[in-house]
């Protein structure tokens, strides 16, 4: 009898995760956690969703995000977990550790960009860029930066409504309970930021490039589709008893 042990579950989809996805997802973490360190935190520009809470335990209990952060999205991918599927939470959570390493590494670094504390209006926009281009970037990978993106995919995927809505909706619960520590007039360019990068998240999210058609596999790791909640594709020249072609396929 052969001691090679067999793989388990969690190791073979590991294995199959390609090694571009993963540089991706990295990336992405690298991006989003470097503006909430040297742009949100400094400015006192909040977000919502997992990130808002962090940084309102922070404010308030002095635990750093890099420790709260994945016991928070731990707690939403358990919820996410019938919705999305096994696949997609084990890429999840290779995103919020990379995220939380990240933010670790930028910690012990000085901060590296100007302090926009007294510019709050190009705080909101640069850091909705960087969290929306980083949260972007690991959506479309299959993956999520915390467990408020999955909990806004599973919202999304439930109410079929777009991705951003469902962004908006978990982002404006946690603003109203960051009341609690931000100035209301503050809180506006935290709501200004949150708009930018849910745009640029859900633009990210249905980016294709010019030329490729939109396919859709069922056993993908990928997040379901916002726009289109069926499997279709297009089949030139394919014909049923009615003899037309291009048909739809679903």
Avoid at 22 to 38: K, V
Avoid at 169 to 189: A, E, M, P, Q, R
Wanted: hydrophobic residues 45%; positive net charge.
């Amino acid at each position: 009898m052969s001691d090679k042990k067999q793989p388990t579950i969690t190791t073979a989809i590991i294995r199959r995760i390609p090694w571009k996805k993963l540089l991706f997802i990295i990336l992405g973490a690298a991006i989003c956690s470097f503006g909430i360190h040297n742009i949100h935190q400094r400015a006192d520009i909040t977000e919502g969703g997992i990130i808002g809470l962090m940084l309102l335990t922070e404010h308030w209990l002095g635990i750093s995000p890099a420790y709260i952060t994945p016991v928070l999205d731990i707690i939403c991918y358990l919820l996410a977990f019938k919705y999305l599927g096994g696949k997609f939470i084990i890429m999840s959570v290779l995103s919020t550790f990379s995220v939380s390493a990240f933010y670790s590494l930028w910690e012990l670094f000085p901060p590296m960009l100007p302090d926009l504390s007294a510019y709050p209006l190009l705080a909101a926009i640069s850091g909705g860029i960087f969290v929306g281009l980083g949260v972007g970037i690991i959506i479309r990978q299959g993956g999520s930066s915390g467990g408020d993106d999955a909990l806004a995919l599973t919202i999304s995927r439930i109410t079929h409504c777009r991705l951003s809505r469902a962004y908006l909706f978990t982002d404006f619960v946690v603003l109203g309970l960051s009341l609690t520590y931000i100035h209301f007039s503050k809180l506006v360019f935290s709501v200004f930021t949150v708009i930018i990068s849910s745009f640029l998240i859900d633009r990210i999210q249905e980016f294709r490039l010019p030329g490729r058609p939109k396919l859709l596999k069922h056993n993908t790791i990928s997040p379901p589709n916002i726009k289109c909640h069926r499997i279709r594709r297009i089949i030139p020249g394919w014909k049923k008893k009615s003899g037309k072609r291009n048909r739809e396929v679903c």
